[in-house]
């Protein structure tokens, strides 16, 4: 099956930092999605996007589907940013998840 | 437009004793998704229901768990009985047609003791 890799597994980084949260998968797919999970343990959706380039506010997404992977950009990070984010991508209707990173923002 | 719902958040039961989840969908999308993560490994998937039917049960880690989606509407997750290793969060999302955007509840945390 499809295999997801996400890197790095764990980040710590200063209030104000940016990153960049890596997604490789091993072969095509129909969609990727990244999602990040609360400290509440809820999994908020943060893009779809399966090719290109999104843009919400300090996030942006960028996914090169021929390349097969997507980055996750964080900028000015607050310690609400904190969690584990995860990326998953779609083949034949089901969804694969990455193992995710764990972002801890120190205030 | 209300997102996905499960119920309850939250469980805590016996080795042995028997839990239903449910999972309402968003209202409009016939595909619904059950996953779980167990003791903070990865989110696996379990199965995935097109309306009323089962399109793919091959995740069900054995015959302990039944699904059903009676009518196409919500869907409940029974466990019987429930085992230790059963322990972790559940999930449930849906989407409006196959491979397009998926939303997940907030998921049910079982813990059996």
């Known amino acids: 099956g499809i295999q997801v890799e996400q890197s790095p597994p764990d980040l710590i980084l200063q209030e104000g930092a940016n990153s960049t949260l890596r997604c490789n998968f091993s072969?095509?797919?129909?969609?990727l999605q990244w999602f990040h999970q609360n400290p509440w343990g809820q999994l908020i959706n943060l893009f779809y996007i399966p090719s290109g380039t999104k843009q919400n506010g300090r996030l942006s997404a960028t996914t090169v589907a021929t390349e097969r992977y997507s980055l996750l950009y964080i900028s000015s990070s607050q310690t609400t940013d904190s969690g584990v984010y995860f990326c998953a991508v779609t083949r034949d209707d089901k969804i694969i998840f990455g193992k995710g990173t764990r972002l801890h923002i120190l205030p | 437009e209300a997102g996905v719902t499960q119920f309850p958040s939250h469980s805590v039961i016996e080795k042995g004793q028997t839990v239903t989840l449910r999972c309402d969908p968003i209202s409009g999308h016939d595909n619904l998704y059950w996953y779980r993560r167990v003791m903070g490994k990865e989110i696996k998937f379990l199965l995935h229901f097109v309306k009323e039917s089962k399109q793919d049960e091959s995740g069900m880690p054995n015959n302990r768990f039944l699904a059903e989606r009676t009518g196409g509407t919500y869907s409940t997750l029974k466990v019987q009985p429930a085992e230790l290793e059963d322990s972790g969060v559940y999930f449930c999302a849906s989407s409006r047609q196959m491979n397009t955007e998926a939303f997940f509840g907030q998921g049910t945390r079982l813990t059996v003791v």
């Open positions: 072969d095509s797919v129909n969609n």
